[in-house]
Nanobody, 119 residues
Framework: QVQLVESGGGLVQAGGSLRLSCAAS????????MGWYRQAPGKQRELVAG???????NYADSVKGRFTISRDNAKNTVYLQMNSLKPEDTAVYYC?????????????WGQGTQVTISS
């Protein structure tokens, strides 16, 4: 059973930074991709950033140049570095993992971590 545990959320002022972490149970090499989604109140869940096993990344237009997804294979952890945060980045952020054959969909999800940006 795959478990993804997010951490690092919190409350910061606009312009600040946060780094989210997603620790996976077991090796992340088994996943075709890992990603970060977010869901704001009253809105649909959206993909924020993705990282394939081959190292290819993709970002939502709204976060390009501000957010960076990365991984530490030795720690089985994926990160989302978020800089120049804006109030509209406020959401619950979810880590996701895709097993082979499922990507570009994702079939495993973390429980989410709240990110709140004050103006």
């Amino acid at each position: 059973q795959v478990q993804l545990v997010e951490s690092g959320g919190g409350l910061v002022q606009a312009g600040g930074s946060l780094r989210l972490s997603c620790a996976a149970s077991g090796s992340i090499f088994r996943f075709s991709a890992m990603g970060w989604y977010r869901q704001a109140p009253g809105k649909q869940r959206e993909l924020v950033a993705g990282l394939t096993s081959g190292g290819r990344t993709n970002y939502a237009d709204s976060v390009k140049g501000r957010f960076t997804i990365s991984r530490d294979n030795a720690k089985n952890t994926v990160y989302l570095q978020m800089n120049s945060l804006k109030p509209e980045d406020t959401a619950v952020y979810y880590c996701a993992a895709a097993t082979p054959g499922v990507w570009p969909g994702y079939d495993y999800w973390g429980q989410g971590t709240q990110v709140t940006i004050s103006s």
